[in-house]
């Protein structure tokens, strides 16, 4: 998926009419800085990281405000794995005691998400997404 940060998709789940809106977060910077600093999302909104390689992947939230469901898709943009409700860090003063949240199987995409949306969406593995 050729992407750019900023760039904004509506993303097909499976073969429902249901979209889902995602800005792209592409950069080394724009993945680090992810959601921070923001109160909230949209209901349908996220943030799609691209990922440089098919790997495990891993999340960690400094500076995050609210809990968060993330989506780990592989490089079909098929689901491998749902995080839900991972919430931010508890210190975020020491970022460095930040948990990590993973992918638990090779992801190549993630989608981050206000917790609950994942499941009010229908996100589930082995569900294929598609650019609408």
Request: charged share 15%.
């Amino acid at each position: 998926m050729p992407a750019r940060d900023g760039d904004v998709y509506a993303l097909r789940l499976g073969q429902t009419p249901k979209l889902f809106r995602v800005t792209c977060a592409v950069s080394a910077e724009a993945r680090a800085r992810g959601l921070s600093g923001r109160d909230a999302l949209p209901p349908g909104h996220g943030m799609l990281f691209l990922f440089d390689e098919l790997a495990v992947q891993g999340m960690w939230m400094p500076d995050m405000r609210f809990p968060l469901d993330i989506v780990w898709l592989d490089e079909n943009l098929t689901i491998v794995h749902v995080t839900e409700g991972a919430a931010p860090c508890p210190q975020p003063s020491l970022p460095s005691n930040c948990p990590t949240h993973g992918s638990r199987f090779r992801a190549k995409y993630a989608i981050e998400m206000t917790a609950g949306q994942a499941g009010i969406y229908g996100f589930v593995p082995g569900l294929q997404l598609s650019v609408a």
